[in-house]
């Protein structure tokens, strides 16, 4: 079954401590990205890749960390650097097509007190 | 620049009600156009989609028509149902380049 899979669906961590998001897709495509939605607002795009070894800063890739070493896989940590990292993420993949949709996991929801 | 522009919610309807949720872009070069809806809880799940002018995207009673004239790609629906109540999102992906711009979402909440 053809898909992203996002986990785990609820994190919590103490301030402070850095922590990993895991996502993990086997439609084959190119391209992965990472989306920071606060409640009320849109997405905001955090890190993205198109290839494997290279990804490039989103809008706000402040305080968080991407790895691509894998095709499958594209693990976001959040550091303590991040200000405020209480918030729902989202991982997306795309074939690199402009008229292809992004494909979105069912996304972390990200607690730290 | 890339942009998109949404109604702002939230918006409240009875069942059986026509839905009209404003959606317009700004774009270099000709873009793809979508609509996603989010469920409480869950990720994006795409609509509907239309890749040039004119276009008409559609699905489960959805319409969105790419109007390049206007710079819009408004969704439509006839009758709504209390399912149809989630989050909508306007997303374009520019012919150049590789990042989407997503609305900021509109909610809709249906009653019966």
């Known amino acids: 079954d053809g898909g992203i899979t996002q986990s785990p669906k609820y994190l919590f961590r103490k301030e402070g401590q850095n922590v990993t998001l895991s996502c993990e897709q086997n439609?084959?495509?190119?391209?992965m990205y990472w989306y920071r939605q606060d409640p009320g607002q849109g997405l905001r795009l955090i890190y993205y890749?198109?290839?494997?070894?290279?990804?490039q800063k989103g809008d706000i890739a402040e305080g968080y960390s991407v790895s691509r070493e894998k095709k499958e896989s594209f693990p976001l940590t959040v550091t303590s650097a991040q200000k405020n990292p209480t918030a729902f993420y989202l991982c997306?993949?795309?074939?690199?097509?402009?008229?292809?949709?992004?494909?979105f996991g069912n996304g972390t929801r990200l607690t730290v007190t | 620049g890339n942009s998109v522009t949404q109604m702002e919610g939230p918006v409240t309807l009875s069942e059986e009600a026509f839905l009209t949720i404003n959606c317009t872009y700004t774009?270099?070069?000709?873009?793809?156009l979508f609509w996603y809806v989010q469920y409480p809880g869950e990720g994006l799940q795409l609509l509907l989609k239309?890749?040039?002018?004119?276009d008409k995207g559609s699905n489960k009673g959805f319409e969105a028509t790419y109007r390049k004239e206007t710079t819009s790609f408004h969704l439509e629906k006839g009758s709504v149902q209390v399912s149809d109540s989630a989050v909508y999102f306007c997303?374009?992906?520019?012919?150049?380049?590789?990042?989407?711009?997503f609305g900021t979402g509109t909610s809709l909440t249906v009653i019966p």
């Open positions: 997306a993949t795309g074939d690199s097509s402009y008229t292809s949709p992004l494909h």
């Open positions: 439609l084959n495509h190119d391209a």
């Open positions: 774009a270099t070069g000709y873009p793809s």
């Open positions: 997303a374009l992906s520019p012919n150049t380049g590789n990042q989407f711009y």
């Open positions: 239309a890749t040039k002018a004119d």
């Open positions: 890749s198109q290839i494997v070894n290279d990804f």
